[in-house]
């Protein structure tokens, strides 16, 4: 009976510890919420300044989104106006997404009230490292990009750098260099940096070109029958262009020889084989003609 009564008290006094512990928590969460209550009482301007500021950022976004897309559509129409490349244009659009995209993140940061020139000066100083790092491919890129856009010359046209002087017909067109293929049938790799700040002669730019033929006659030569013959060659030459003036005349008196010069036009395509067909023929009929052609001789006395 004793350890009965032993028994309950202990399990009295063990309730009486558990309501005062939980009197005690009641009391210390009752606490803390009035805390928090004035804690947001004291700073509800605060709050209410950066809810707006988040909205404003959220609407931010949206516009900035929408002009974006606006921005790249205009773009993407003038590169199609201008006929730009595909390559160049997919690129040139991602990089202006890009470069939008950031300018819309480094707004809004400023409108939530993130600090962001210290972000960017490092994102300045990471991109003047790399573009000091990679000039020579940076320089070959842009001349790229110059290309493919400004096209002064494309895939089959007939080029020679001034440069270098390497010339020949354009195979490709890669964002960093251009391939040749020469007219003896070996490819050429020139860097874009260099066609691009190098003067660049592009043979079949136009659909015509001007003949250029130049022959010496002796002095004791008749010069009015050898214009007549070179008269009589351009316009009987199938492939000389007829609606094209057709010029013969008296270049230069020379030291022992008269030099004759022929101007004819003929479709690009067709020019080496007038140059070379005109050479060949004038030859054969100042020979027929009695037209003699000097050549350097040298005379030796023997006392």
Known sequence: MLSFLLLMNELESSTEDRL??????????????????????????????????????????????FIIKLILKICDRFFDKAGTEI???????????????????????????????????VMGSAGLALGLSLQGSLSNFAGGILILMLKPFVVGDYIIDGGSGKE???????????????????????????????????????????????????YTSDIKKAKQILKSLADNHEKVLKDQEISVFVYSLDESQV???????SKTEDYWTVKFDLNEIIKTEFDKNGIEIPFNQLEVHMK
């Open 259 to 265: 030099t004759m010069g022929l101007r004819v036009w």
């Open 168 to 218: 020949g017909t354009v195979s490709r067109i890669d964002l960093f260099y251009t391939h040749l293929v020469t007219a003896d049938n070996k490819q050429v790799v020139i860097p874009n940096g260099v066609l691009a700040n190098s003067n660049l002669t592009n043979i079949t730019a136009f659909d015509k070109r001007r003949v250029d033929i130049f022959v010496g006659i002796s």
């Open 20 to 65: 005062m512990t939980a009197g005690e928590v009641a009391s210390d969460i009752n606490k803390k919420a009035n805390a928090f209550v004035e804690y947001f009482k004291s700073h509800i301007d605060d709050i209410i300044g950066f809810g707006i500021k988040v909205l404003i950022a959220i609407l931010l976004i949206i516009i900035g989104k």
């Open 87 to 121: 390559s160049v244009r997919k690129f040139m659009n991602s990089l202006i997404r890009v470069l939008l995209y950031l300018i819309l993140i480094i707004i809004v940061c400023s409108q939530v009230g993130i600090e962001t020139t210290s972000f960017i000066a």
